[in-house]
């Protein structure tokens, strides 16, 4: 079993990343092959995410998942065709042992960090938590989320910022929030492509920036996040969900080639 020890203090930072939601096996694969073949030319931990299923939405018609067996079944298969971590989002108590099955790492949904049943259902399952911060909260009150975890018996958390609510429409990143929930002793990992929604719109689709994913993530590299989060598509136009705010796989090799530039630099 992975910990968060496989994810501290290492020479390089460590990439969650994959598409928004699983839409089908072929597509996984395809990215998880993919993004395997960068991340181990560039040395780069990588652990491939995908959601079994998408509880948020902003309208009734949004599209949620294939359903969750066939999704987690895919999310094993990934991972053992790769020899790779996995992880997904869960979002009610007796999500987290059926998620656990399958998966490496458990994600907790920035709206539901502060959910105390949820975050004590994921730790009980021994799997690292990951849990992002809500875009309501500062970085300081994560602390709370994070011990909620650790006083259940379970020291295996990663803690994910993803911007902070700027009015009805908008997210903003406080890059000083990095450096203070590092004091926390666990891995801060970086949204980047989430930081760039732009939520509420009166579509009832989901906005975003894509244009600024390279900016978040330097911005993230260069004050020293110990690793990013990214979703990608091989066409996010087509994406079931948050197609707006993905990066395009093929525009994943050079960034990534550009990020390890940064962090050789700052180290």
């Known amino acids: 079993m992975i910990t968060v020890n496989d994810f501290k203090n290492k020479e390089n930072f460590f990439l969650m990343a994959g598409p928004c939601v699983i839409e089908g096996e072929d597509m996984a694969l395809r990215i998880a092959e993919k993004v395997v073949g960068i991340t181990e030319k560039l040395n780069i931990p990588y652990i491939f995410k995908g959601s079994y299923r998408k509880a948020n939405r902003s309208r009734l018609d949004s599209f949620t998942g294939i359903g969750d067996e066939k999704a987690l079944k895919i999310l094993r298969k990934v991972g053992e065709t790769f020899n790779i971590p996995t992880v997904t989002d869960i979002h009610e108590t007796h999500e987290a042992a059926m998620a656990a099955e399958y998966v490496d790492v458990l994600q907790i949904p920035a709206f539901l960090c502060r959910q105390t049943d949820l975050l004590v259902a994921a730790a009980q399952t021994g799997k690292i938590v990951n849990i992002k911060k809500g875009q309501f909260l500062s970085p300081g009150a994560m602390q709370f989320a994070v011990q909620k975890v650790a006083d259940a018996g379970n020291n295996n ?27 926390f002793g666990y891995p801060v990992i970086m949204d980047v492509t989430h930081s760039l929604q732009q939520p509420n719109q009166t579509s009832g689709v989901t906005g975003g920036l894509p244009a600024l994913i390279e900016t978040i993530a330097k911005a993230a590299i260069a004050v020293g996040a110990d690793g990013l989060f990214i979703e990608t598509h091989p ?3 087509k994406a079931k969900s948050d197609g707006a705010n993905m990066l395009q796989l093929d525009l994943l090799e050079g960034l990534l080639t550009r990020l390890v530039r940064i962090r050789e630099a700052i180290r």
Not at 157 to 183: A, H, K, N, W
């Open 157 to 183: 958390v990663m803690v994910t910022e993803r911007g902070t609510t700027f009015g009805y429409t908008d997210l903003v990143v406080d890059y000083r929030g990095i450096p203070e929930m590092q004091t």
């Open 235 to 237: 066409e996010p136009s």
